[in-house]
């Protein structure tokens, strides 16, 4: 009798204990970049309506609940979410968009309020961050704020009696014994709502009868110390509904998102009756994978509502004829993102022990852009296997990564770690370190344009064959592309255009290999290359994410912003924690990266990445740069529009050659995934210091008839003050021997001076 | 000699160029289309794109409220209330999320200067500063300003030569001024 008092004792503490410590361990949630609306925005209709449909929104004729809108022809209403932002509150409210020309041309008030200049909507829910392995998740809720069908259903449903019994129902186990006995075997559970909420809290899953016992008895201590609310409330957050790889789904806070996209206080009817139905086997009622299963228990819940009074027959009926509504598996979340997740843990880690990360339900916002993400995702996993086929490898050894940055403001807008979508796997574009290959050579001819007095775009650059006797002895002969010499003379920009080795290799060594280091250091390479000659054509190995870092700072005009996953961190209750505010370097003169750009800016246009513009529009402003290695190891293209910068990797994990040059694979990647994420042009600011002179530039293949007048002249800008001698407007100014003029086209207006 | 005969040649070849405009330059103009029609509108970044330096035409230099979208000036203008109430930190994300808005626009890189010099980085300021005169265009009011603000950094940096060489600057666009 002592001994089973003192055990009671024992099992009193340990109930208590559970029940009044903290509770749950809360993994941060990531949020993905609010859609902000404003009046200039870019929009039509149909693009706000699918934003808002991917975040759950309902349509509905009267707005009134928040998470709701309704479209016209070129107006949407709609009933924001409040939400706490890291710079505060944003309330709920009511608006009129009115659209016209392609954009946002109001925002009206159809609330109380003004009308705003702009407004967010609330951040998609991309994922948590919960320990590796195994981890529960979940969003807490309060009783007073879900739908009260949710309660009282689950109630009807579990346990009829919750609010009558002590915490066992006798008649319940009554019930369930008669029916065992009957099939011979456990088809029938007599757990009320507080067993449920012990087994899962306190117990392991055996099914022994000593278990049984002790859950009777923690059910009826628990019952003895709660109220039956407090009980319930535990119980919503607690139940298990769901899986996604290690990560378990609790509680239906989470699950609303899970399954619905939205948050439990906008769930209509037959999606709380689906969830109630999904408690009794979350994987065996599965909505994405047994949705007939799913269904036909649903509507047996609704059945319940119904008889229960909850719903009338008309409701009961209409929802009946609902369908499950659940988001498809590719618009949930988690699994979309994890090489973007993977990156938010890393910025993370060193600042937040691992124990705040995955228990203190911080809120992490991010600056990932769903519909860039999704382009990019696309790309390396459907447009690899189209190059694929287009080349007739065998499926599947061929591997790519991804990542596209804002230029200004250097935000990672998506990041995409390989062609397998699910799980972390590994992270090609933080980890993949690849040679860069003819990627680096921007930064011999930014070193180069730095020197204005020595040389400028037309500079002649000596493409003859080269041997450089290294400090080890070894002779290095680079070779071209081609393995053709282009000359004693091409002029500079012609040489990056054509991505010519010899010509780069000869002008690095010019330069000094330590003045290149130290350019792809200020561009925002963090590592430390050796400087040797074969440098200068790729010979350092980075990431896909280094690239990006590299070029975003060209993109930005020569000003390095080190690029960011993460915009600010808030406690659970929205206090802001941490904010990673913008920072600029400015890493060149705008000069010298202009004239780099205005070179760059000529690769798709006539140099090594000319494909691109079989597929993007060709009043699309790009620069890029392609990068091929060995044995065709590695196909790189890394290039930006206006306000996008894209860095594609292809290459294969186990290092052999591919079949794929920059060109024919990466850049192919590169020029669709531009074309759905629709940058603006590449129009960089002339900067102060800048002149430019009509020139006519003839490349070497190029044998057109050249007329006399200025035709064919482009404008070439020069540094003032530096522009070289002899330059005659409309002439061909450099390389004369590489260019067979007749009389006709000879240099008549320099020979007025001979 | 052929030193000597360089600027006679070049201005000759203007001259000679005034008959003969070049028809093909490069890169090409974009077609006009419906797409770029629209990007006219109030917030695009193009807006805020500066004519080239070397138009001398003398237009008065534009205006914060002339080359923004009306999320952009409330923004700064939310941005100034808060830097005034003593929360610089949400001032400061104010003007980030303007430059969301429209990452070109010279005054929210100017904003973002001055926010910085206010919280004690001078480098940062000076960062900015420059960064929003690179996106100026012809603005000699928003470079002079800018300028002035880069010599406040330089001097809270001890370099007064460079905060002189600064002034000067600004001196120059604040006479370019109408």
């Known amino acids: 009798m002592a001994v089973a008092a003192l055990y009671t004792v024992y099992l009193d503490v340990q109930v208590r204990g559970r029940f009044e410590g903290a509770r749950w361990t809360l993994p941060a949630k990531v949020y993905a970049d609010p859609v902000e609306l404003y009046i200039g925005q870019e929009a039509t209709p149909a693009s706000v309506v699918s934003d808002l449909a991917r975040q759950g929104y309902r349509r509905d004729q009267d707005i009134d609940a928040a998470g709701t809108f309704r479209a016209g022809g070129s107006s949407v209403d709609l009933h924001t979410r409040a939400f706490d932002f890291w710079d505060g509150h944003q309330p709920d409210r009511r608006l009129r968009l009115a659209f016209g020309g392609g954009r946002i041309q109001s925002l009206t008030a159809l609330d109380d309020g003004d009308d705003p200049a702009l407004m967010r909507l609330d951040p998609m829910l991309i994922g948590s961050i919960y320990p590796s392995g195994k981890g529960e998740d979940r969003i807490l809720v309060k009783l007073g704020e879900v739908p009260p069908m949710l309660p009282a259903g689950l109630i009807m449903v579990e346990d009829r009696n919750f609010m009558d019994h002590f915490g066992v129902s006798p008649k319940a186990i009554l019930r369930a014994a008669v029916a065992n006995l009957r099939a011979g075997g456990v088809v029938q559970g007599g757990s009320t709502i507080t067993q449920q909420l012990v087994k899962n809290f306190y117990l392991t899953n055996q099914q022994t009868l000593v278990r049984k016992a002790k859950e009777a008895m923690m059910a009826i201590l628990l019952d003895a110390h709660y109220d039956k609310e407090a009980i319930l409330e535990a119980y919503l957050n607690e139940v298990y509904l769901g899986q996604e790889g290690g990560r378990a789904i609790h509680g239906f806070g989470l ?428 129009k960089p600011a002339r900067p102060e210091g800048i002149q430019t002179l009509p020139v006519r530039l003839s490349a070497s293949d190029d044998r057109r008839p050249v007329g006399r007048d200025c035709d064919q002249a482009v404008q070439v800008p020069f540094m003032a003050g530096f522009v070289p001698e002899g330059l005659v407007p409309c002439d061909a100014p450099v390389a004369p021997d590489a260019e067979p003029a007749d009389d006709r086209d000879s240099n008549w207006f320099l020979d007025l001076f001979r | ?113 001055a926010l910085y010099l206010d919280q004690g980085q001078p480098e940062q300021a000076e960062a900015f500063a420059r960064k929003s005169n690179s996106l100026a265009g012809r603005n000699p009011p928003l470079r002079a300003a800018n300028w002035r603000l880069i010599a406040e950094a330089r001097r809270a940096l001890g370099d007064t030569v460079g905060a002189d060489a600064a002034l000067s600057r600004a001196d120059y666009f604040a006479g370019q001024s109408l």
């Open chain 2, 1 to 113: 000699m052929r030193r000597l005969l360089l600027p006679l040649a070049v201005s000759m070849g203007m001259l000679w160029l005034a008959g003969c405009a070049p028809r093909a330059a490069y890169p090409p103009p974009p077609p006009p289309d419906s797409q770029d029609a629209a990007e006219s509108g109030p917030s695009d970044d193009q807006s805020a794109e500066p004519s080239p330096t070397s138009d001398a035409s003398a237009e008065p230099a534009p205006t914060l409220t002339e080359v923004s979208g009306p999320a952009v000036v409330a923004l700064l203008d939310s941005s100034e209330q808060l830097a005034r109430a003593g929360n610089p930190d949400r001032a400061a994300a104010a003007a980030e999320r303007a430059l969301d808005v429209e990452p070109r626009n010279p005054f929210v890189y100017q904003r973002l200067a």
């Open chain 1, 255 to 682: 699950a609303s998102y899970f399954y619905f996209a939205k948050p439990v206080e906008e769930l209509q009817a037959h999606e709380i009756a689906l969830l109630v139905a999904m408690v009794k086997g979350p994987s065996y009622y599965d909505p994405r994978r047994h949705p007939d299963r799913a269904e036909s228990r649903r509507n047996l819940v609704l059945d319940i509502f119904e008889e229960s009074g909850f719903l009338d027959s008309e409701a009961a009926v209409a929802a009946r004829g609902r369908p499950l509504g659940v988001t498809d598996a590719g618009n949930r979340g988690t699994s979309q993102y994890p090489a973007f997740i993977d990156l938010v843990r890393r910025q993370l880690k060193g600042q937040y022990k691992d124990e705040d990360l995955t228990e203190e339900g911080l809120r992490i916002f991010t600056t990932l852009d769903p519909d860039v993400q999704s382009a990019a995702h696309e790309q390396v996993a459907n447009g690899l296997e189209a190059l694929e086929r287009s080349q007739g490898v065998d499926g599947g050894e061929l591997q790519a990564a991804a990542v596209v940055t804002s230029v200004e403001g250097g935000r990672i807008l998506a990041l995409v770690g390989g062609r397998q979508s699910r799980g972390a796997g590994f992270n090609r574009a933080l980890d993949a370190q690849r040679p860069i290959g003819s990627l680096a050579k921007p930064a011999v001819y930014l070193t180069a344009l730095d020197r204005p007095r020595q040389y400028h775009l037309l500079t002649p650059l000596d493409d003859r064959p080269l041997r450089v006797e290294l400090a080890n002895g070894d002779i290095w002969e680079p070779a071209n592309y081609d393995n053709q010499s282009h000359g004693a003379a091409v002029p500079l920009y012609e040489a990056l255009t054509k991505s010519y080795n010899v010509a780069t290799a000869r002008l690095a060594v010019d330069l000094g290999l330590p003045s290149v280091v130290d350019t792809l250091k200020a561009l925002g390479y963090p590592g430390d290359p050796i400087p040797v000659p074969a440098l200068a054509l790729g010979a350092v190995e980075m990431s896909p994410m280094e690239v990006a870092q590299i070029y975003n700072t060209l993109a930005a005009g020569g000003y390095y912003t080190p690029l960011l996953a993460i915009r600010a961190v808030t406690t659970r209750q929205g206090e802001p924690l941490n904010r990673y505010p913008l920072q600029l370097r400015r890493a060149f003169d705008e000069q010298s990266v202009y004239l780099l750009n205005w070179i760059l800016q000529r690769v798709p246009r006539e140099g090594t990445a000319r494909s691109a513009y079989l597929t993007l529009p060709d009043r699309l402003q790009v620069a890029g740069k392609t990068g091929t290695t060995n044995e065709l190891r590695d196909s790189w293209f890394a290039g930006y529009g206006g306000d996008r910068v894209g860095v594609v990797w292809v290459g294969r994990d186990d290092n052999q050659p591919t079949r794929f040059s920059g060109a024919t694979g990466a850049l192919q990647l590169w020029s669709r995934m531009m074309r759905d994420i629709e940058p603006t042009s590449f």
